[in-house]
Nanobody, 129 residues
Framework: VQLQASGGGLVQAGDSLKLSCTAS????????TAWFRQAPGKEREFVAA????????YYADSVKGRFTIFRDTGENSVYLQMNSLQPEDTAIYYC???????????????????????WGQGTQVTVSS
């Protein structure tokens, strides 16, 4: 299974972007999907996650109210809608997924990178002031 992240770009502060994460390869189901980001010189950090089976949507405090994680009705792609972007949102954004054949991610672990089995290659988001 490969995850393909796309949709990044260069925008101005206040603009919006929608990132996409699409799975390819064998038939694949995910029990949870997340987005992480890594800014230059910083560690990768949690952005958003959603548990598709157990329910629950989770956001980092820094993006709450501005970002939304959702998927299409065919469940082939997961999106991150980012509104009111700020320069501090500049980073490489990675999508990650938990294999649906494994036990689901528990609430306390949704923000943990090791909870996810598959990762996309990252897409660059740059927000200018």
């Amino acid at each position: 299974v490969q995850l393909q992240a796309s949709g990044g770009g260069l925008v101005q502060a206040g603009d919006s972007l929608k990132l996409s994460c699409t799975a390819s390869g064998r038939a694949f189901s995910s029990s949870a999907t997340a987005w992480f980001r890594q800014a230059p010189g910083k560690e990768r950090e949690f952005v958003a996650a959603r548990r598709w089976r157990a329910g629950g949507t989770y956001y980092a405090d820094s993006v709450k109210g501005r970002f939304t994680i959702f998927r299409d009705t065919g469940e082939n792609s997961v999106y991150l809608q980012m509104n009111s972007l700020q320069p501090e949102d500049t980073a490489i954004y990675y999508c990650a997924a938990r294999d649906g054949g494994r036990p689901g991610v528990i609430t306390s672990q949704v923000r943990v990178q090791a909870s996810y089995d598959y990762w996309g290659q990252g897409t660059q988001v740059t927000v200018s002031s």
